[in-house]
């Protein structure tokens, strides 16, 4: 009776635990208003989670992006990379997120739930290589244009190029500085600094400079800028700019040590102006870069309104921006993030471990994607995307159903054939499997572990298992009365004959369980887990659990009576 009552506490207290680990409990989850900023909440939610084919989401695979160059050493390039991908979706706020590489080329990214797919893929590829650049303030761009259009022509890149983009009422050889030309303020305001007013004098003579050549297909599309080293581009023409410059021969009539840089965002003209694009020109060496941050956090912009990004660098990184910032007084400093200008100040002192980044009109969510990638650091390889798919929370939500209606299938299939054919012993049978299903989900929320589509067939699967175990213990039972052995004496007999077989299939069963969460991905992945969680659970259940009922009843009736198998 001692040990008839130990297993009865050692059942009821895995009754008990399994009931405390589904239990519902506070989730802190992240939502999305309408305005498009996202909250932190907290909800009750069931804490087995759904995977990306039951919730909804997307999936991602990213390659390394080789056109941008080649990477030697692939493998440990992918593993820095899926390091810092990990890092920006832990603090992307995605629930059950999955990282993880495919092979030796690339890295699988699934994202449960999430609802803004063009945002996640824009934080999980965004390279976020920051850099602080000094503007050029020695005409580098004038003297360097004359060799620029000719390794234009000499590369035939201009043969579609069409008449000069001449702003309405000037003509290329007398275009005013923009400061006239476009409508409300262009001077990017203070981001680790204060912008300081145009300098007349070098935008006049830069005027005059880039006038020299006013039929060189570079040159007829710049405009000078407010300060030295900036101009402008119409946005139209943009694209050809781009292309000019993606050549390597016109890379390298570059003036020495410089590079020019295209800025993040447009500027309105005037009306019937269209947009421009600010386009710098830059010391080629950074005075330092973003491997030194420690912080970066998103904040509203109490001046000029908008949003800012405040950055900390480490002591080494504070040190070097206070001495190359000291050096640089009244010079503009380009931030430079994934070689676009997001802002250009002038440096009114030197600067020590913080500063901020200015935005402009870009709105929370920008800040706060920037901010993320900025702690998060930046990629050490471009990486591209390979395959892209979502899913629709309807289809999750009918992978569900469909899901649900299987098991519960197959539960009353197993109700029916164990009872009709078993009896009294298949009734015991079934609330085992009862208890299966209750420990098998519970070790599944214990753990942590994701409920996907193959998770849904590995657990049909075992209830199958589950009743296999019962099945072999109620036909060794059987055959030991056909004997005429008592009812005990028969129980004991058929759970000592039945428990090898049992233990061998469950054994290799968990074996092919294990090599398949080895080396699958994904869904392979989800169904070998529930596969080896549930064969874990059936064995107990099955070997434990039934006997011990089997026991219950036999000490009810004395043993007097014959079992109903």
Known sequence: MNSL????????????????????????????????TRVETTKSLWPLKYGLDLQGGMHLALEIDESKGTVADKKDALGRALKTIQNRIDQFGVSEPVVQLAGDDRIIVELPGIDDQQRAQDVVQQSAFLQFQIVDKSNALEKSLPRLDAAVRSQRLDVAVGAPTAVPGTTPSAAAPLSGLLSGDTSKKAAVGVVGKADSTKAAAAADSVAKDANGPITKMIQPGQFAGQYFVKQTDVARLSRFLADSVVRSAVAPGKVIRLGADTIAGAPGQGAYRPLYVLDSKPIITGEFLTDAKPNSNPLEGGYIVEFEFNAEGGRIFRRETGRHVRDNMAVVLDDRVVTAPTINSAIGRNGQITLGGSGLQEAQDLALVLRAGALPVPLKVADMRSIGASLGQDSIDKGKLAFGIAILMVVIIMVGYYRFSGVIAVVALGL???????ALAAFGATLTLPGLAGLVLGVGIAVDANVLIFERIREEMDRGKSSRLSIDEGFRHALTAIVDTSVATILSGAVLYQYGTGPVRGFAVTLVVGVAASLFTAIFVTRTLLLVWLDRTGGTKPLSI
């Open 5 to 36: 009552r130990s297993r009865l506490l050692l059942i009821a207290a895995a009754i008990g635990l399994s009931v405390f680990a589904l239990f519902p409990r506070p989730t802190k989850v992240i939502e999305k208003k309408p305005d498009g």
């Open 436 to 442: 299966y299903i209750v420990f098998t989900l519970a």
